[in-house]
């Protein structure tokens, strides 16, 4: 049984896969994560990029909106599981090793993450009572 600490990085490196998919991060989190599950097999680690070329296939069908999150989700569990197994079987110190690879590749994926940001402009709004009528420009920024 792993502890939270593993857990939680193969959380994040389930999130990673799926939050890198489409992104300039693709490539090295695809070849990082293929090659941690892998362990040194070619012919294994050859058909771990074909998995991780069909994930983001998934996500770029799902499109936006509800689809798009239930596709998420589902995929980003679906990665975790396939970690959390790997980690399970290793010995104490590869695990170690192997989590630490892991981290570094979630690193990797938030550093290159889309920022989204919000900017309201209400330079010419009316506040009226508790609501604002006006028009201008709309920023989102969502730092993850």
């Keep these: ?56 296939a998934e996500l770029e069908s799902a499109g936006d909106g509800a689809g798009s999150e239930r596709a998420q989700t589902v995929l980003a569990t ?21 989590a630490a690879e892991l981290q570094a590749l979630v690193q990797q994926a938030r550093g290159q993450a889309p920022v989204q940001s919000t900017h309201n402009d209400f330079s010419n709004a009316t506040f009226t009572d508790s609501q604002v009528l ?7 920024t969502i730092n993850r």
Excluded: H, K, Y
């Design 1 to 56: 049984m792993l502890v939270e600490g593993l857990i939680a990085v193969a959380a994040a490196g389930g999130g990673a896969i799926v939050q890198a998919a489409g992104t300039d991060a693709w490539a090295g989190i695809r070849s990082g994560i293929a090659r941690i599950l892998s362990r040194g097999e070619a012919g294994r680690e050859q058909a771990e990029l074909e998995r991780l070329d069909q994930t983001r």
């Design 78 to 98: 679906r990665w975790q599981t396939r970690l959390e197994i790997l980690l399970e079987q290793l010995p104490e110190g590869e695990r170690q090793q192997v």
């Design 134 to 140: 006006g028009s201008g420009t709309q920023n989102n």
